[in-house]
């Protein structure tokens, strides 16, 4: 056998030493991988609407890019409500109790699937609910004058009705 403290390129034989060449080797690739990149899945949505989305098993927080687009909320069983509250895209971040990234999602707010008219008079719109008649709807990007009177009519009458329900 060749005498290795002196020799400059020495190079060890037997099974053993492949072994651990071997395991050496794997266990530098696991340190330099890193943890996986999570895949985006995506959820599209109308405005206006929620959507249940199944999480991640342990997942305790979720981060919402931009939350005038989306908002989510964590509930009992695994499950996110996903609510569309504006036009766009954004995404949504699943996190464990110790901050690791269990799921991304990308997630789409369109307008309105259902009914709708929209009604222009110059550059002023007016969004319209249809089903079967048609009523007057909140809409963002409608002309600000008539967006601004539906949601204050609809403000006004929620607080009366809460009010209502209050004093019985």
Not at 8 to 29: E, H, M, N, T
Request: aromatic content about 6%; overall charge positive.
């Amino acid at each position: 056998m060749e005498n290795c403290a002196m020799a400059s390129s020495c190079v060890a034989r037997g099974p053993k030493w492949g072994l651990l060449r071997g395991l050496a080797f794997a266990f530098g690739i696991l340190i330099f991988a890193g943890p996986t990149k999570v895949e985006a899945a995506s959820i599209a949505i109308s405005i206006d609407q929620a959507k249940l989305v199944k999480l991640p098993d342990r997942a305790a927080t979720l981060v919402i890019g931009n939350p005038l687009i989306a908002d989510a909320s964590v509930q009992s069983g695994g499950l996110a409500i996903v609510t569309g509250k504006g036009y766009g895209a954004t995404n949504m971040i699943a996190l464990d109790a110790s901050g690791a990234v269990l799921a991304e999602h990308n997630i789409e707010v369109r307008g309105p699937r259902d009914n709708v008219v929209v009604v222009y008079r110059g550059a002023a719109r007016q969004t319209y609910s249809c089903m079967p008649d048609c009523e007057p709807r909140i809409t963002l990007g409608d002309f600000e004058p008539y967006f601004a009177e539906r949601l204050s009519q609809t403000a006004n009458r929620n607080a009366q009705a809460q009010g209502i329900t209050a004093g019985k």
